[in-house]
């Protein structure tokens, strides 16, 4: 892939190192969800089973649990699904419940809650355990983890503790989830639609949130929608191509948002990437309040996407699975009036000589 950039710069190369310096909680959270998909465990009963009067179960009252987790102090929020894994340091606030949506808006903090999805609470109160941080975590029905808020060093112990006195719920039981694990299903095949109103439609469009609109009208997965949007609007570049592009938006400085989504909750980074490492089977992004890990073997396709708004065309760049879910997104910087950086366009259109459709 060649980009024309302002510094007209090819990207340094990635660092790869023998030893990864990331904490050993980093690498055991991977390998935690690993093993409770091999075993067939949930994520919430593998915590039980590991950890056993290590965890307290709360009471699910979102209205009042999620802006008390606001004077925790300086946290980390973790939302992942099976092959990114996103973290954020900073503090929770504006904790907004309307219906089965929820907003938390802080410091280093963007989270966007689905919470028809969020059954259970979680609190892990054992100290110096392998297997988690202590902190709260949220679970489907199933068990299935949608976002996890962890203690730091700089966290309010007292205030946890309070926290968890206040919301203890009954005693954990074997009982304690009634579902088994959700198995993913696989993607839909493309349906029969009106190619031409689709585009018609897609060229309407005059909000981000038009899109989900518009797969609800034709009853259509995103990639699918993607699939059939025609040129001008969206198309695929390779895996290597998307995380080339990570490379060159770390080495232009870009400001950029990544959004990274579980079955409950969309958690989205503002600023800049921080450097970039490959190690094993992930790509790692690093600074001092955000992470993220990408497992290489679980991205099958890159879309560049184009959607039009009242306020100019919004391009992002998206990564799915093998299993057509969609694993993560990221935009450019848009300024108040909601016009994106034209750098990032720029970015992106360089793509164009990358496209596998």
């Known amino acids: 892939m060649r980009v024309l950039s302002s510094s007209s710069a090819e990207p340094a190369p990635m660092a790869r190192t023998q030893a990864d310096p990331e904490p050993a909680a980093r690498a055991e959270r991977r390998t935690r969800h690993d093993l409770a998909s091999r075993t067939g465990l949930s994520d919430a009963r593998l915590l039980m089973r590991e950890l056993g009067d290590g965890l ?22 973790v939302t992942r699904n099976a092959h990114v894994i996103h973290q954020s340091v900073g503090s929770l606030g504006h904790a907004h419940v309307r219906e089965d949506m929820g907003w938390l808006v802080g410091s280093g903090m963007d989270l966007r809650l689905m919470l028809g999805r969020w059954h259970h609470a979680l609190a892990v109160v054992a100290r110096d355990n392998p297997m988690a941080e202590r902190g709260v975590y949220f679970f489907d029905a199933d068990g299935s983890q949608v976002h996890g808020v962890e203690l730091t060093s700089e966290s309010s112990q007292g205030v946890f503790a309070a926290l968890v006195t206040r919301f203890r719920g009954p005693r954990l039981t074997p009982e304690f989830l009634s579902c088994a694990p959700v198995v993913q299903s696989p993607a839909r095949r493309i349906p029969l639609v009106d190619i031409v109103d ?3 439609r897609w060229d309407a469009m005059g909000e981000p949130g038009d899109f989900s609109d518009l797969l609800v009208h034709f009853g259509m997965t995103r990639l699918n929608a993607l699939r059939l949007a025609g040129p001008g ?4 570049v390779g895996v290597e191509s998307g995380c080339t592009l990570l490379e060159y938006i770390r080495d232009e400085a870009l400001s950029v948002e990544v959004h990274v989504a579980s079955v409950g909750a969309v958690q989205i980074h503002h600023g800049y990437v921080g450097s970039f490492r490959e190690a094993d089977d992930w790509w790692r992004i690093r600074n001092p309040r955000f992470s993220l890990d990408l497992r290489r073997a679980g991205l099958a396709e890159v879309w560049v996407v184009r959607r039009p708004t009242h306020r100019g065309p919004v391009h992002s760049l998206e990564w799915y699975g093998f299993d057509g879910s969609l694993l993560m997104q990221i935009f450019g910087h848009r300024s108040t009036g909601g016009v994106e950086d034209a750098r990032w366009r720029h970015l992106l259109g360089s793509l164009e000589g990358d496209r596998t459709d």
């Not at 699910?60 to 300086?74: I, M, R, V, Y």
């Not at 609007?233 to 695929?236: E, G, L, M, N, Q």
């Open 198 to 200: 689709l585009r018609v």
């Open 56 to 77: 307290v179960r709360l009471r699910p009252n979102w209205d009042e649990l999620l802006p008390a987790l606001e004077s925790l102090g300086t946290v980390r929020a």
């Open 233 to 236: 609007r969206a198309f695929s």
